[in-house]
């Protein structure tokens, strides 16, 4: 089992950046496979972003694609997102989760892949 605090949410105003943390404790972090949800208020939760337990490998939600960037450091436990040109729509719960495997491929974008999740942060985007 992994434990995930994600940090970094805050208010930002449209066209900005923010680079969200997730930190891992638990199963040894390398050999995790991360990802990034998020979850506007009335919608489902949509996949953003993984990343490979390597970091091989990344891949990117339609909507974001372009405009977020996933990276991790396996010697700090710490996978992030940054985001740019961020927009009102952007804003939403961020969530970290965690699979096992997948170490050279990134992990698919399902919700029922990931076993742990935390408990998010809050990114707001004003327009």
């Known amino acids: 089992q992994v434990q995930l605090v994600e940090s970094g949410g805050e208010l930002v105003q449209d066209g900005g950046s923010l680079r969200l943390s997730c930190e891992a404790s638990?199963?040894?972090?390398?050999?995790?496979?991360m990802a990034w949800f998020r979850q506007a208020p009335g919608k489902e939760r949509e996949f953003v972003a993984a990343?490979?337990?390597?970091?091989?490998?990344?891949s990117y939600g339609n909507s974001v694609r372009g405009r977020v960037f996933i990276s991790r450091d396996n010697a700090e436990n710490t996978v992030y997102l940054q985001m740019t040109s961020l927009k009102p729509e952007d804003t939403a719960v961020y969530y970290c989760a965690a699979t096992s495997g997948y170490r050279f491929d990134a992990p698919p974008p399902f919700q029922n892949e990931y076993a742990d999740w935390g408990q998010g942060t809050q990114v707001t985007v004003s327009s």
């Open positions: 990343i490979s337990s390597s970091g091989a490998s990344a």
């Open positions: 638990g199963r040894a972090f390398s050999t995790n496979a």
